[in-house]
Protein backbone atom coordinates (compact mmCIF):
# COMPACT_ATOMS: atom_id res chain seq x y z
CA UNK A 1 0.00 0.00 0.00
CA UNK A 2 1.20 3.44 -0.92
CA UNK A 3 1.63 5.99 2.05
CA UNK A 4 0.97 9.43 1.51
CA UNK A 5 3.59 10.97 2.56
CA UNK A 6 2.31 14.16 2.97
CA UNK A 7 4.06 15.76 5.76
CA UNK A 8 6.91 15.29 3.70
CA UNK A 9 9.58 18.14 5.01
CA UNK A 10 7.64 19.19 7.94
CA UNK A 11 8.95 18.88 11.47
CA UNK A 12 7.34 17.73 14.74
CA UNK A 13 7.82 17.23 18.08
CA UNK A 14 6.41 14.50 20.49
CA UNK A 15 6.64 15.12 24.43
CA UNK A 16 6.52 11.89 26.33
CA UNK A 17 7.10 10.05 22.95
CA UNK A 18 9.51 7.15 24.73
CA UNK A 19 6.87 5.00 24.85
CA UNK A 20 2.86 4.41 24.71
CA UNK A 21 0.75 6.55 22.72
CA UNK A 22 3.55 9.15 22.27
CA UNK A 23 5.31 6.46 20.59
CA UNK A 24 2.58 5.49 18.35
CA UNK A 25 2.19 8.89 17.34
CA UNK A 26 5.84 9.75 16.75
CA UNK A 27 6.16 6.92 14.45
CA UNK A 28 2.50 7.72 12.40
CA UNK A 29 3.80 10.77 11.61
CA UNK A 30 7.21 9.77 10.46
CA UNK A 31 5.66 7.26 8.21
CA UNK A 32 3.61 10.37 6.72
CA UNK A 33 7.28 12.07 6.39
CA UNK A 34 7.82 14.15 9.35
CA UNK A 35 11.10 14.54 10.61
CA UNK A 36 10.43 14.40 14.69
CA UNK A 37 11.96 14.99 17.94
CA UNK A 38 11.28 12.57 20.42
CA UNK A 39 10.99 13.72 24.12
CA UNK A 40 11.76 11.91 27.54
CA UNK A 41 12.05 12.66 30.94
CA UNK A 42 13.67 9.71 32.43
CA UNK A 43 13.92 6.48 29.44
CA UNK A 44 16.76 7.85 27.49
CA UNK A 45 17.17 3.82 25.82
CA UNK A 46 12.88 4.15 25.13
CA UNK A 47 13.32 7.12 23.06
CA UNK A 48 15.99 6.07 21.14
CA UNK A 49 14.34 2.87 20.05
CA UNK A 50 11.42 4.72 19.00
CA UNK A 51 13.46 7.29 17.46
CA UNK A 52 15.41 4.22 15.08
CA UNK A 53 11.88 2.86 14.55
CA UNK A 54 11.16 7.02 13.00
CA UNK A 55 14.37 6.39 10.93
CA UNK A 56 12.97 3.51 9.52
CA UNK A 57 10.80 5.76 7.54
CA UNK A 58 13.25 7.86 6.09
CA UNK A 59 13.47 10.58 8.11
CA UNK A 60 15.48 12.48 10.58
CA UNK A 61 15.05 12.09 14.37
CA UNK A 62 16.40 13.60 17.32
CA UNK A 63 15.77 12.60 20.89
CA UNK A 64 15.81 15.23 24.07
CA UNK A 65 15.84 15.13 27.38
CA UNK A 66 13.18 17.61 29.24
CA UNK A 67 11.06 17.56 32.28
CA UNK A 68 7.77 19.39 30.73
CA UNK A 69 6.85 20.54 34.42
CA UNK A 70 9.39 23.09 34.19
CA UNK A 71 9.40 26.25 32.26
CA UNK A 72 13.59 26.58 31.58
CA UNK A 73 13.88 22.82 30.45
CA UNK A 74 10.75 23.33 28.62
CA UNK A 75 12.34 26.35 27.20
CA UNK A 76 15.52 24.37 26.33
CA UNK A 77 14.45 21.49 24.21
CA UNK A 78 12.39 23.59 21.40
CA UNK A 79 15.92 25.96 21.06
CA UNK A 80 17.22 22.53 21.25
CA UNK A 81 14.79 21.45 18.14
CA UNK A 82 15.12 24.78 16.27
CA UNK A 83 18.74 24.60 16.66
CA UNK A 84 18.60 20.74 14.56
CA UNK A 85 15.57 21.15 12.57
CA UNK A 86 15.24 24.99 12.17
CA UNK A 87 11.63 24.74 11.81
CA UNK A 88 8.46 23.56 13.52
CA UNK A 89 5.26 22.64 12.07
CA UNK A 90 3.88 20.14 14.88
CA UNK A 91 3.57 19.96 17.82
CA UNK A 92 1.76 17.11 20.48
CA UNK A 93 2.05 17.74 23.94
CA UNK A 94 1.48 13.86 25.58
CA UNK A 95 3.71 13.83 28.91
CA UNK A 96 1.18 13.13 31.62
CA UNK A 97 1.13 11.50 34.91
CA UNK A 98 -1.50 9.19 35.85
CA UNK A 99 -2.83 9.24 39.65
CA UNK A 100 -5.62 7.62 41.94
CA UNK A 101 -6.04 7.99 45.04
CA UNK A 102 -8.71 8.26 47.85
CA UNK A 103 -10.22 11.66 47.72
CA UNK A 104 -9.56 11.75 51.68
CA UNK A 105 -5.60 11.02 51.23
CA UNK A 106 -4.62 13.68 48.71
CA UNK A 107 -2.75 16.11 49.39
CA UNK A 108 -1.89 19.87 48.26
CA UNK A 109 1.77 18.04 47.34
CA UNK A 110 0.44 15.81 44.99
CA UNK A 111 -2.11 17.93 43.18
CA UNK A 112 0.75 20.28 42.72
CA UNK A 113 2.56 17.17 41.38
CA UNK A 114 0.06 16.19 38.75
CA UNK A 115 -1.28 19.76 38.01
CA UNK A 116 2.72 20.55 37.73
CA UNK A 117 3.14 17.66 34.18
CA UNK A 118 -0.77 17.36 33.15
CA UNK A 119 -1.44 21.50 33.04
CA UNK A 120 1.68 23.58 33.75
CA UNK A 121 3.71 21.31 31.14
CA UNK A 122 1.04 21.30 28.65
CA UNK A 123 0.85 25.00 28.93
CA UNK A 124 4.53 25.43 28.47
CA UNK A 125 4.60 23.44 25.40
CA UNK A 126 2.11 25.35 23.72
CA UNK A 127 3.35 27.90 24.38
CA UNK A 128 6.98 27.55 23.46
CA UNK A 129 5.39 25.79 20.09
CA UNK A 130 3.99 29.38 19.12
CA UNK A 131 6.91 31.02 19.56
CA UNK A 132 8.65 29.16 16.82
CA UNK A 133 5.50 27.30 14.96
CA UNK A 134 5.39 28.49 11.54
CA UNK A 135 2.16 29.81 10.44
CA UNK A 136 -0.69 26.80 9.53
CA UNK A 137 0.89 24.46 12.30
CA UNK A 138 -0.83 22.11 14.24
CA UNK A 139 -0.56 22.18 18.08
CA UNK A 140 -2.37 19.21 20.21
CA UNK A 141 -2.94 19.03 24.06
CA UNK A 142 -3.83 15.46 26.11
CA UNK A 143 -6.70 15.34 28.05
CA UNK A 144 -8.67 12.09 28.90
CA UNK A 145 -12.31 10.59 28.89
CA UNK A 146 -11.94 11.04 32.95
CA UNK A 147 -12.62 14.83 32.44
CA UNK A 148 -16.34 13.96 31.17
CA UNK A 149 -16.76 10.83 33.21
CA UNK A 150 -16.68 10.40 36.50
CA UNK A 151 -13.79 7.22 37.65
CA UNK A 152 -13.46 5.91 41.18
CA UNK A 153 -9.97 7.61 43.07
CA UNK A 154 -9.35 9.83 39.86
CA UNK A 155 -10.75 13.46 40.45
CA UNK A 156 -7.21 15.30 40.82
CA UNK A 157 -6.55 13.61 37.34
CA UNK A 158 -9.79 14.52 35.63
CA UNK A 159 -9.60 18.13 37.38
CA UNK A 160 -5.72 18.12 35.68
CA UNK A 161 -7.38 17.30 32.23
CA UNK A 162 -10.50 19.12 32.71
CA UNK A 163 -8.30 22.47 32.22
CA UNK A 164 -6.57 21.27 29.07
CA UNK A 165 -10.06 21.09 27.34
CA UNK A 166 -10.70 24.69 28.61
CA UNK A 167 -6.97 25.51 28.06
CA UNK A 168 -7.19 24.34 24.09
CA UNK A 169 -10.60 26.41 23.45
CA UNK A 170 -8.70 29.52 24.66
CA UNK A 171 -5.38 28.85 23.08
CA UNK A 172 -7.11 28.25 19.52
CA UNK A 173 -8.48 32.06 20.15
CA UNK A 174 -5.13 33.06 20.80
CA UNK A 175 -3.32 31.60 18.02
CA UNK A 176 -6.31 31.89 15.42
CA UNK A 177 -4.73 34.58 13.74
CA UNK A 178 -1.54 32.41 12.83
CA UNK A 179 -3.78 29.89 11.63
CA UNK A 180 -2.51 27.46 14.16
CA UNK A 181 -4.92 24.44 15.04
CA UNK A 182 -5.30 23.78 18.85
CA UNK A 183 -6.84 20.58 19.38
CA UNK A 184 -7.08 18.12 22.12
CA UNK A 185 -7.36 14.49 22.41
CA UNK A 186 -8.95 12.72 24.92
CA UNK A 187 -8.07 9.28 24.49
CA UNK A 188 -9.62 6.62 27.41
CA UNK A 189 -9.23 2.84 27.42
CA UNK A 190 -6.09 2.49 25.82
CA UNK A 191 -4.05 -0.30 26.19
CA UNK A 192 -0.57 0.66 26.56
CA UNK A 193 2.37 0.11 29.21
CA UNK A 194 0.77 2.84 31.59
CA UNK A 195 -2.87 1.20 31.81
CA UNK A 196 -1.05 -2.15 32.45
CA UNK A 197 0.99 -0.29 35.71
CA UNK A 198 -2.54 1.08 36.43
CA UNK A 199 -4.97 -1.78 35.82
CA UNK A 200 -5.62 -2.38 39.82
CA UNK A 201 -6.31 1.04 40.64
CA UNK A 202 -9.03 1.14 38.88
CA UNK A 203 -11.10 -0.67 41.24
CA UNK A 204 -11.78 1.20 44.60
CA UNK A 205 -12.74 -1.95 47.11
CA UNK A 206 -12.85 -5.86 46.86
CA UNK A 207 -10.37 -7.76 44.98
CA UNK A 208 -8.11 -6.56 42.21
CA UNK A 209 -8.16 -6.96 38.61
CA UNK A 210 -6.02 -8.08 36.23
CA UNK A 211 -5.06 -6.63 33.44
CA UNK A 212 -6.74 -9.21 31.24
CA UNK A 213 -10.11 -8.72 33.53
CA UNK A 214 -10.02 -5.08 33.42
CA UNK A 215 -9.32 -4.83 29.14
CA UNK A 216 -12.30 -7.75 29.21
CA UNK A 217 -14.38 -4.82 31.31
CA UNK A 218 -13.15 -1.73 29.41
CA UNK A 219 -13.92 -3.96 25.62
CA UNK A 220 -17.90 -4.17 27.18
CA UNK A 221 -17.75 -0.12 27.32
CA UNK A 222 -16.89 0.50 23.48
CA UNK A 223 -19.94 -0.22 20.95
CA UNK A 224 -16.55 -1.56 18.96
CA UNK A 225 -15.96 -4.45 21.94
CA UNK A 226 -12.84 -4.00 22.16
CA UNK A 227 -9.89 -1.88 24.13
CA UNK A 228 -8.50 0.99 21.67
CA UNK A 229 -4.52 0.44 20.83
CA UNK A 230 -2.26 3.28 21.16
CA UNK A 231 -2.45 3.17 16.69
CA UNK A 232 -6.10 3.86 17.51
CA UNK A 233 -4.86 7.70 18.70
CA UNK A 234 -1.97 8.15 16.74
CA UNK A 235 -3.95 7.87 13.98
CA UNK A 236 -6.43 10.37 15.09
CA UNK A 237 -3.27 12.47 15.57
CA UNK A 238 -2.65 12.00 11.81
CA UNK A 239 -5.80 13.57 11.23
CA UNK A 240 -5.33 16.44 13.54
CA UNK A 241 -1.73 17.03 11.50
CA UNK A 242 -3.16 16.73 8.02
CA UNK A 243 -3.34 19.79 5.41
CA UNK A 244 -7.14 18.79 5.31
CA UNK A 245 -8.09 19.61 9.06
CA UNK A 246 -7.52 23.49 8.86
CA UNK A 247 -10.71 24.02 9.60
CA UNK A 248 -10.91 22.17 13.25
CA UNK A 249 -9.92 24.03 16.13
CA UNK A 250 -10.24 24.54 19.91
CA UNK A 251 -11.78 20.81 19.77
CA UNK A 252 -11.52 17.88 21.86
CA UNK A 253 -11.51 14.86 19.96
CA UNK A 254 -12.84 11.80 22.10
CA UNK A 255 -10.18 8.94 21.41
CA UNK A 256 -12.33 5.67 23.00
CA UNK A 257 -14.72 3.91 20.64
CA UNK A 258 -17.48 5.47 21.92
CA UNK A 259 -17.33 4.58 25.47
CA UNK A 260 -19.60 6.63 27.42
CA UNK A 261 -20.71 8.53 24.05
CA UNK A 262 -23.25 6.17 23.27
Not at 17 to 33: M, P, Y
Not at 67 to 88: C, I, Y
Not at 154 to 183: E, P
Request: hydrophobic share 40%; glycine share 10%.
Amino acid sequence: MTVNKHLTGKVAIITGGSRGIGAAIAIKLAELGANVAINYVSSATGAEEVAKQVRAHGVQAITIQADVSQEKEVSDMFETLMREFGRLDIAVSNSGIEYFADHSEVTGADIDRVFGVNVKGQYFVAQQAYKYMADYGRVMLTSSISAVKGVPRHAVYAASKSAVQGMTKCLAVDFGSRNITVNCIAAGGVKTDMYDENSAEYIPDGDKMTPEQIETMLSKWSPLGRVGLPEDVSNIAALIASPESQWLTGQTFQACGGAYMV
